[in-house]
């Protein structure tokens, strides 16, 4: 898999001083765009409070029976349905939840290696899927672990304050658009596709049940108040714990053993429970797990089958569609689920290095939103029949239609504004939120189409450039076509200088495909720019040995490219001065001979000395390194 190497500690300082800092000016930001809301909102509320003729006509025209006719006909529309409204919280809270987990100061560098990777044994697709995101992450942590905690946030803060109209129903699709991105890359397909795959560890996966939440939230009302919705999650509950109980019962994946003692090797949720129990947590939820760990090992076969029956039980009950069979699967789905929180998800976040609860919380909170559907669809219905009908027996005559259009008008934004201040203040502030979302939205979109990697990644390995100032002493070797060159002959170019190992080194080949790609991001620059590397091995001092390596790094078409040799008492002349023992070769897994690249200014003064990255050596830390090496030619080049 690309990206960051686990031998950079997810608590390196420079990264987390540069997450903290970043995440604390875009805070001064977001505060500063809902002062800036209040102000309007204030200003509005005041201009909008001042009499005006056609307040005051509508006024006179308007009775008090009528307005009070309005005001509860305005009442009645504006009330959310109560399912709704449990499940547009809760799923904001979650939203919210996992964007504090986010500001977590490992999470910069840990995600994309260890929480981006699916399985080994995962289709090949799965793994290019997860490499995109794992390369976007790793390339821009800053930027991508920033923008991720504000996406959540607005999110979050968006379906909290809009709970009607056009507004909440935008939130709920951004919560199904954010929510399908960090299922396909975030959760490669939920781990469907894994071999390990199972409703116990996640499956489908937590992200794709915000989705689900965000799709019923952009539903008009009438589904809501008359059940359909509720209806339509229970039997989709129904078919989903029926299939989950086929995949735990599928046989060949590990769930039917348990400590595999007879077998040689741990069943799969044993092996799951094991790696759960070491994360960092409190000692008394370890040992729940390490006790329920010892009673599958023991009994794997029987807890497996209690695990399908109970989901086979489930899915019956839900599309049973009775509400005392109903009541019943919800109550045994909120013990089941919970435990499963517990004793194998072990609650989804701890470690700090988790960034949501994982999938039975979301699971819970849509199947209560299912029941309360349900169940209060048919109570308003049984409360409201006779209050429908009592106006028609006591006046018949009265022409309900005409009373309606004459006295109550419907309320324009500016009287809904002038005599509800809270419904403007609702709408700046989704508005608010919306620009939060964005916030987090335009850097990922940025990040993911930038192949250029942060600088930060090099830095927080080697730091950044020393600045030096030496005088380099006058050197002239034969270059790869067999021509004479000299530090004199390329003064007025800025040079990059590096000693490479053309034959035997595989860091040597590494860091010459590094500074082609440095002298492609050079652009127009590049005429006064010379690349120049100097051999280190003496066995290899012939210029076709040199012409080879040129052609395998796709150096060989690089006019500003020049690879030096020459006698073996000038290269070693040149080997000492930069402090290279002679005809030193690393080991097969090591690196170039020196451990630096050197810029020098148009006068041969050394001006920049770069280490070269060692370990972590990946193609995020190497491209990190590429666009820092080609940003201190630029600079050599601006200064005087």
């Known amino acids: 898999m690309p990206g960051m190497s686990r031998g950079l500690p997810p608590g390196n300082p420079l990264v987390v001083s540069a997450f903290e800092s970043t995440l604390i000016r875009q805070s001064l930001l977001v505060a500063g765009i809902f002062l800036l809301l209040l102000a ?61 987990l ?12 260890r929480v981006f990777e699916p399985a080994a044994s995962a289709p090949l697709w799965v793994h290019q899927v997860a490499s995109f995101a794992v390369v976007v992450w790793s390339y821009h942590p800053i930027v991508v672990g920033c923008a991720s905690v504000w996406v959540g946030l607005g999110i979050g803060a968006w379906l909290l304050l809009a709970a009607r109209g056009p507004w909440s129903r ?14 396909v890359f975030g959760e490669s397909f939920g781990g469907l596709l894994a071999p390990g795959a199972s409703w116990m560890f996640g499956a489908p996966g937590a992200a794709l049940f915000y989705c689900v939440a965000g799709a019923l939230l952009t539903l008009g009302d009438k589904g809501w108040e008359e059940g359909q919705v509720g209806l339509a999650i229970t039997r989709t509950a129904g078919i989903f714990f029926l299939l989950m109980a086929l995949l735990q019962a599928w046989p060949g994946r590990g769930f039917w053993r348990g400590d595999g003692i007879s077998q040689g090797a741990s069943g799969t949720l044993v092996s799951m429970l094991t790696a759960m129990a070491r994360t960092p947590q409190p000692h008394f939820l370890s040992s729940w797990i390490t006790s329920f760990a010892s009673l599958v090992g023991a009994h794997g076969l029987a807890v497996n089958l209690a695990v399908v029956v109970v989901l086979s039980f489930l899915g019956l009950a839900y599309l049973s569609e ?29 470690g700090g290095t988790g960034t949501d609860p994982n999938s039975m919380i979301p699971t819970l909170v849509i199947l209560v939103t299912a029941y309360m559907a349900i169940t209060r669809a048919g109570t308003e219905v049984e409360l409201l029949s006779p209050e429908l009908e009592l106006p028609a027996r006591l006046e018949p005559d009265l022409p309900q239609s005409s009373v309606s259009a004459d006295v109550a008008p419907r309320p324009t934004w500016r009287s809904r504004a002038r005599d509800h201040p809270g419904y403007v203040l609702r709408g700046l502030c989704s508005f608010g939120a919306l620009a939060v979302t964005a916030l987090g939205v335009v850097p990922i979109v940025g990040a993911a189409v930038n192949s250029h990697a942060d600088p930060i990644v090099y830095q927080a390995i080697d730091g950044p450039p020393t600045p030096i100032d030496v005088a380099v002493p006058n050197f002239v070797l034969r270059d790869q076509s067999g021509g004479i060159e000299s530090l004199v002959d390329l003064r007025g170019k800025v040079v990059v200088l590096a000693f490479l190992d053309p034959v035997g080194v595989a860091s040597s080949r590494a860091l010459g495909h590094e500074l082609a790609q440095a002298d492609g991001l ?18 290899n001092r012939s210029p076709s040995s040199l012409r080879a390596f040129d052609r395998a790094q796709g150096l060989a078409a690089t006019e500003n490219w020049l690879f030096l040799t020459g006698p073996e008492n000038r290269l070693a002349a040149l080997w000492k001065a930069y402090g290279i023992p002679a005809g030193a070769v690393q080991p097969r897994s090591g690196g170039v001979a020196s451990d630096a690249i050197y810029v020098l200014d148009t006068r041969g003064t050394e001006r920049y000395r770069l280490n070269v990255v060692r370990e972590p050596s990946t193609e995020a830390t190497r491209a990190s390194f590429t666009g820092v090496l080609a940003a201190t030619v630029q600079r050599v080049i601006a200064s005087p």
């Open 40 to 100: 309007i909102w204030a200003a509005l509320v005041i201009s909008l409070r001042r009499p005006s003729a056609t307040h005051l006509a509508t006024g006179a025209i308007v009775g008090a029976a009528g307005a009070g006719a309005a005001g509860t006909a305005h009442d009645r529309a504006e009330t959310e349905p109560a399912a709704r409204r449990f499940l547009r919280i809760a799923f904001a809270s979650l939203w919210i939840f996992d964007s504090l």
């Open 102 to 113: 986010g500001l977590q100061t490992s999470v910069p560098l840990y995600m994309p290696s």
């Open 170 to 183: 935008c939130a709920g699709a951004a919560s199904v658009v954010w929510g399908l991105t960090a299922w």
């Open 322 to 350: 009775r509400k005392a069979t109903l009541r019943l699967a919800v109550g045994a789905s909120v013990l089941v689920c919970l435990a499963d929180w517990v004793l194998v998800q072990d609650l989804g976040f701890l």
């Open 522 to 539: 050079l652009a127009a620059e590049r005429a006064r720019v010379e690349f120049v590397a100097v051999d280190t091995s003496p066995a």
